[in-house]
Antibody, heavy 129, light 105 residues
Framework: QVQLVESGGGVVQPGRSLRLSCAAS????????MHWVRQAPGKGLEWVAV????????YYADSVKGRFTISRDNSKSTLYLQMNSLTTDDTAVYYC??????????????????????WGQGTLVTVSS | DIQMTQSPSSVSASVGDRVTITCRAS??????LAWYQQSPGTAPRLLIY???SLQSGVPSRFSGIGSGTDFTLTISSLQPEDFATYYC?????????FGGGTKVE
């Protein structure tokens, strides 16, 4: 069964940085786009960022553009989210989400690469002074 | 950015009821629409993608329909485990966006 396990959350002061990790297992990580989605306490879901299977392209929500960087290490089957200049509005549970309905290889993707069919358990980031 | 508007924001229903949730996109997204279910304290679960394709393992009482700007999720006969919050998400263009959610209680 596909597994996505996030880590790196915690309490951080405004203006500081934090790096989240997501360890993937039991699927061919290097064939799928990966996303981060967050959920502020008591609020709805907000898409944060996506990285292509081969790390050649990334897209971000306007709310994090210029502050957050998504990356991946396919040799370690791990996804990352570097979060800089954190504000209290960034307080949320951060989910790593896999788009395994969209298979990618050799420069092409087939299927749904922007639908989240596998999710981690989430890691809580609290930005507070 | 494409805005996704769900209605109602909450619905009161009983076991066995037919429940319908709608989602409207601010512009044409073809069939690039997914539905998710989230129970408290858990990660969301994909129910429907491509507006009408049932995700593997999801009971057939869930169905989706729509294209363009108007979409519907239907639960044909509500079961106890279906009391949860439901979200639509457009997968047509970046930034990807979610609806505000519908709580079935």
């Amino acid at each position: 069964q596909v597994q996505l396990v996030e880590s790196g959350g915690g309490v951080v002061q405004p203006g500081r940085s934090l790096r989240l990790s997501c360890a993937a297992s039991r699927f061919n990580f290097n064939n799928y786009a990966m996303h981060w989605v967050r959920q502020a306490p008591g609020k709805g879901l907000e898409w944060v960022a996506v990285i292509s299977y081969d790390a050649t392209s990334e897209y971000y929500a306007d709310s994090v553009k210029g502050r957050f960087t998504i990356s991946r290490d396919n040799s370690k089957s791990t996804l990352y989210l570097q979060m800089n200049s954190l504000t209290t509005d960034d307080t949320a549970v951060y989910y790593c989400a896999g788009a395994l309905l969209g298979f990618c290889s050799g420069g092409s993707c087939y299927g749904e690469s922007d639908v989240f069919d596998y999710w981690g358990q989430g890691t809580l980031v609290t930005v507070s002074s | 950015d494409i805005q996704m508007t769900q209605s109602p924001s909450s619905v009161s229903a009983s076991v066995g009821d037919r429940v319908t949730i709608t989602c409207r996109a601010s512009q044409d997204i073809s069939t690039g629409l997914a539905w998710y279910q989230q129970s408290p304290g858990t990660a969301p679960r994909l129910l429907i993608y491509g507006a009408s394709s049932l995700q593997s393992g999801v009971p057939s009482r869930f169905s989706g329909i729509g294209s363009g700007t108007d979409f519907t999720l239907t639960i044909s006969s509500l079961q106890p485990e279906d009391f949860a919050t439901y979200y639509c998400q457009q997968a047509n263009s970046f930034p990807l966006t979610f609806g505000g959610g519908t709580k079935v209680e």
